[in-house]
């Protein structure tokens, strides 16, 4: 070292980032979780985390992350195809599944015109 500089591990700002993650949250403010793997579910997670030069906690972190941004947006989605298909159901008249049965039948066997002349108005 040259200078005033302070050698890393004896300057207690750095020992308080050395703590700290990516995430910048501190180490105290974590929850440890145990979970058991299958022995190939781990090699993978293990050889996963290595090839990102991540430690395991970070991958598994980053992946349970992602994960649960994956099902709120999976939710969201259904949601919104579950709205647009009540305002179809509505605009067809479809109020039962034997209307959905009856309009299938119709549609396999070339008799619903109406449908899709109503399916294509948007």
Request: charged letters at 30%; aromatic letters at 6%; hydrophobic letters at 35%.
């Amino acid at each position: 070292m040259t200078g005033n500089l302070i050698p890393a591990r004896s300057s207690p700002i750095m020992g308080v980032l050395q703590i700290m993650t990516k995430e910048r949250m501190p180490v105290a403010y974590r929850k440890s979780v145990s979970i058991s793997l299958p022995p190939q579910l781990e090699r993978e997670v293990l050889r996963t985390a290595r090839r990102r030069n991540q430690t395991t906690s970070e991958f598994v972190r980053a992946a349970l992350t992602q994960y649960i941004e994956d099902q709120k947006t999976r939710e969201v989605l259904w949601k919104r195809a579950r709205r647009y298909s009540a305002k179809k159901a509505k605009e067809l008249g479809i109020r039962t599944e034997e209307d959905v049965y009856r309009i299938m039948n119709e549609l396999r066997h070339g008799r619903a015109s109406r449908f899709y002349a109503a399916s294509s108005r948007r």
